[in-house]
């Protein structure tokens, strides 16, 4: 083979060593979207749970976070998650964050990101992104942020959130209020119905809400980990119940909430609809046909045993027995001759009427 001028034989060994290291080439440059792994906790305090598919698991460093995972801590809980692209992740106590889409390219770094937080705090870290193509979002109910790479904290409710933004420049869109850029030590903050409301110093209630373990900037922690894809314990399986509350707690994401439960059991009747028989279980499977032929089957009662039969038989004897006996007992009746009324019987010194 000519090349440069120069001339080289490859013998079969050396073509398939270079058609394998080839393969591994572009497998490693696929996209990285089939891999379930986005991050992984490496701090949890207090009762955090992710709920993930019907069940709810239970956080603990070393548990790996997968796209479509549900964060929930309880009070006085926290988590941190560090994720495959270095982001950096920290919800706060009382807190819930949605991962709905976390994406990577072959080289680990983001294609597209957009995080939920239904409600409480969080934290970020994110590491800036590698192409102008990419997009990472963080929505609340009351506003989205667009980021490329920068950290800050954000407060959420149902009705208004606040942004308060230590690092970089993000721009802050609401459906009801436009949008505004945002840069390094400014707050911003919105409610519902109204215009973007920015102080000129960060204000100090935000400052009093804010959980202590919030307030300090995060560290990488992951090569810190004893153990990496730890398996979570399940908790429990969700019932009808929770899939209500996420409803009534959440109304901007009712759609997308009935779609994420649409597969386990439903996500509850609907305004003018009729609930279901609670009776019947939330998670039941389908019956089988061999199942569904036996239910259609009418009851039978069951065919008497051996000794039911032998009992049966003896009570039969003992009734023949017994009628063969009646007619010589009435024989005897009559000829026995009867008392007369006045007639005293002595028995013991007893005289008996």
Do not use: C
């Not at 009801?176 to 000129?200: M, N, T």
């Not at 003992?318 to 010589?328: A, I, S, T």
């Amino acid at each position: 083979m000519a090349a440069g001028g120069f001339t080289y034989d490859m013998d079969e060994r050396s073509r398939a060593t270079v058609m394998r290291k080839l393969g591994l080439t572009l497998l490693l440059l696929l996209p990285m979207a089939a891999t379930a792994r986005i991050g992984v906790f490496t701090d949890v305090q207090g009762d955090t749970r992710i709920q993930r598919g019907e069940v709810y698991l239970a956080a603990a460093p070393g548990v790996d976070v997968e796209e479509d995972d549900m964060i929930e801590t309880a009070d006085h809980a926290s988590a941190q998650v560090e994720m495959r692209d270095g982001s950096l992740l920290k919800i706060g106590a009382d807190s819930r964050l949605l991962l709905t889409d976390y994406k990577f390219d072959g080289g680990g770094n983001v294609v597209s990101a957009g995080l939920e937080v239904l409600s409480g705090w969080l934290r970020f870290a994110v590491s800036r992104l590698r192409s102008n193509e990419s997009r990472y979002a963080i929505n609340t109910p009351t506003m989205t942020i667009g980021i490329r790479g920068t950290e800050g904290v954000i407060e959420a409710h149902s009705t208004r959130g606040g942004l308060l933004l230590e690092e970089g420049e993000v721009a802050v869109h609401a459906a009801d209020a436009g949008s505004i850029p945002v840069r390094a030590g400014e707050y911003v903050e919105h409610a519902q119905g109204k215009p973007f409301l920015r102080p000129g110093a960060v204000p100090s209630a935000f400052h009093a809400r804010m959980p202590a373990g919030m307030q300090p900037r995060m560290a990488r922690r992951a090569h810190l980990l004893k153990q990496h894809g730890v398996p979570p314990r399940q908790i429990r399986h969700m019932q009808r119940e929770d899939r209500d509350q996420y409803l009534r707690q959440h109304p901007h994401l009712r759609q997308k909430f009935e779609q994420r439960f649409r597969g386990h059991g439903g996500a509850g009747p609907g305004p003018g609809q009729k609930a279901p028989d609670r009776q019947k279980g939330l998670l039941q499977k389908p019956l089988s046909q061999q199942q569904q032929q036996r239910t259609n089957q009418p009851l039978q009662r069951p065919q008497p045993g051996k000794q039911d039969q032998e009992r049966k038989k003896q009570i039969q004897d003992r009734n023949q027995v017994l009628e063969k006996k009646k007619p010589k007992q009435r024989e005897h009746n009559e000829h026995v001759p009867a008392r007369p009324k006045d007639a005293v019987l002595q028995y013991g010194g007893f005289a008996l009427a």
